[in-house]
């Protein structure tokens, strides 16, 4: 068996003296793993470095086998993400979500279009300039996996106006009379995700990585006993702080 497609690097661990399994989140094929030969050699252990657009090909005597991989650099982005800390942040935290939450040999097109062109906005600029671009791409993540959230009206009225909260039971939005009493237990809902003409700010992009994070964990790796992986949280930590990851 034999099939050529996009990918973006999400890890690479040592398999023997010369070789590597590479772990891929491809195009048309989901996230998929595969064995590197000659992957020791600096040239090419530089262009598998996580963040990076490959083409690959992938051979197996049959489907169910790791199989074999062989890669062709297309875009070297690895080497920006190490010039902000911010960067370096984003780009963790990205391919251990995709890691974490896309079943493998799965195909999500969408996933992968939204995630390359997540890695592009963060290797060249801070978390105020790809913030919201973050949470969106892990709202399609949801919507992905069959969980979108319904952020259109109130759960509770239908009103579609004034609407500040999230259940965090249903996903859906919650208007501000509505959940009043009970705010406590309501998740913001920023108003960037309602409004996509506003500008979100640090209090606002927090917010809507609590808000991804939360049902991430509820609804996808909870039930298998997983949580949100550490370089996601340590993001969405920074975040909160109100803190611009470079200073």
Not at 36 to 63: D, E, F, K
Not at 81 to 90: A, V
Not at 132 to 138: D, G, N, S
Not at 214 to 236: C, D, K, M, T
Request: glycine share 10%; net charge negative; proline share 4%.
């Amino acid at each position: 068996m034999q099939w050529c497609d996009e990918a973006i690097v999400l890890s690479l661990r040592p398999h023997g003296e010369t070789a590597g399994i590479l772990e891929l989140l491809t195009r048309k094929h989901g996230r998929h793993l595969g064995v590197v030969h000659g992957c020791s050699s600096s040239r090419i252990r530089g262009a598998l470095q996580p963040g990076n657009r490959l083409n690959v090909t992938w051979r197996a005597r049959i489907a169910e086998h790791l199989g074999v991989l062989e890669t062709e650099l297309m875009i070297a982005r690895a080497p920006q993400f190490f010039e902000r800390r911010s960067s370096l942040t984003g780009l963790n935290a990205a391919i251990a979500v995709a890691a974490a939450v896309l079943p493998e040999r799965e195909p999500h097109e969408a996933a992968y279009e939204g995630g390359d062109a997540l890695l592009d906005a963060i290797s060249g600029g801070d978390l105020a300039d790809w913030g919201t671009l973050f949470v969106y791409w892990e709202l399609g993540l949801l919507h992905e996996l069959g969980f979108g959230l319904d952020l259109s009206a109130c759960a509770v009225t239908g009103a579609s106006h004034d609407l500040i909260y999230v259940s965090p039971r249903s996903g859906r939005a919650v208007s501000r009379d509505a959940g009043q009493n009970y705010r406590d237990r309501l998740l913001a809902l920023p108003q960037f995700l309602r409004s996509p003409g506003i500008e979100a700010d640090m209090a606002g992009i927090a917010a809507g990585l609590q808000l991804t994070a939360h049902f991430l964990s509820r609804w996808v790796l909870n039930p298998y006993g997983r949580e949100i992986p550490f370089a996601r949280q340590r993001l969405a930590d920074l975040a909160g702080r109100g803190l611009s990851l470079d200073e």
